[in-house]
C-alpha cells in the first residue's frame, strides 16, 4: 500500500508542479521556469519529482504505457493530432493543463472541449 500511495502522490506532485505555472506565457522551446512550450511544461513538472523526460511531445507518445481515454489517472500524459505534435498532463475530472500556443498561455482546459485527442500514456508506473 505505501508503495501505491508514493505513486500517487508523485503523479499529483507533478500535476501540482505544473498548476503553479498558470498563466505563464508560450514560448516554443522553453521549459521553464517562466515560460514553457508544451512538452516543456511536462519536462519541468516531472524535473520536479525526479522524472527526466525528453522534449519533445512525439517522442513522449511513445514513453510509459499507453491508457485508454476512460481510464486516465492524475499526472497521466494526453497527446493529441495525428502525427502527435501537442502534450498535456492530466489534473483529473475531465481537465488537463497545458501550454497551449503563442497565442494562449499555460491554462487548464476541458479534455473534451480541447479536441483533437490522440492517445494518452502513463509515465509513472501504477
Request: charged letters at 20%.
Amino acid at each position: 500500500m505505501r508503495c501505491l500511495a508514493s505513486r500517487v502522490a508523485s503523479g499529483a506532485s507533478a500535476v501540482a508542479a505544473a498548476l503553479t505555472r498558470i498563466g505563464s506565457p508560450y514560448v516554443w522551446g522553453a521549459a521553464g521556469p517562466n515560460a514553457f512550450d508544451c512538452s516543456g511544461l511536462v519536462l519541468y513538472a516531472y524535473r520536479k519529482i525526479g522524472m527526466k523526460l525528453p522534449h519533445s511531445s512525439r517522442t513522449l507518445s511513445h514513453r510509459g504505457k499507453k491508457v485508454s481515454k476512460k481510464n486516465l489517472k492524475v499526472g497521466d500524459l494526453v497527446f493529441f493530432y495525428t502525427p502527435v505534435h501537442h502534450v498535456a498532463i492530466y489534473i483529473g475530472n475531465g481537465k488537463i493543463v497545458h501550454a497551449r500556443n503563442p497565442r494562449a498561455d499555460l491554462d487548464v482546459s476541458s479534455l473534451k472541449k480541447y479536441g483533437h485527442y490522440s492517445s494518452a500514456r502513463r509515465i509513472i508506473k501504477w
